[in-house]
């Protein structure tokens, strides 16, 4: 039964990453259109995703602990590899089970490569806005003699 509730959870924390990256999506087409209060809607989304993932890998860690209990003693189950929790899934696990749980880790990795595209994406986009902004001010607040129109950015 364990087994089961272990993978209940990594299907939950598949829901809760692709909605993670849903909210990263939109925070990104938010930045670009430049609408502030979505920006910070799909913030708030993002940190209220990344909440309910945090609790799903303790949860995970729980029942790997629950499951597995002296022979991880010692062992981080936050960096553990699929190597090792595979090897140790085979002794109570069935096989459909074990297929299920490789697949769902399996598309939890690629949802994860794509949140980590996108945060990247976004993060270079809020660096040219800031940049963007820097420049203007400079250019604004410059003391020169020519007027602004014939300055050169």
Do not use: C, W
């Amino acid at each position: 039964m364990k087994v089961h509730n272990l993978l209940k959870v990594y299907e939950e924390q598949l829901e809760n990453l692709n909605e993670l990256k849903e909210a990263a999506l939109n925070k990104q087409k938010s930045i670009i259109s430049n609408k502030r209060e979505l920006i910070e809607k799909f913030s708030a989304r993002e940190e209220s995703a990344m909440n309910r993932i945090s609790r799903k890998e303790m949860e995970r860690a729980n029942i790997l602990q629950s499951l597995f209990g002296n022979v991880l003693q010692g062992y981080d189950l936050f960096k553990s590899g699929s190597d090792e929790i595979t090897s140790l899934l085979k002794q109570v696990a069935e096989d459909k089970e074990l297929s299920d749980i490789s697949e769902l880790r399996t598309r939890i990795k690629l949802v994860t490569e794509e949140i980590k595209g996108v945060n990247v994406q976004n993060r270079f986009l809020i660096e040219q806005a800031n940049s963007i902004v820097k420049q203007t001010l400079a250019i604004v607040l410059k003391s020169q003699k020519k007027p602004i129109v014939d300055r050169r950015i």
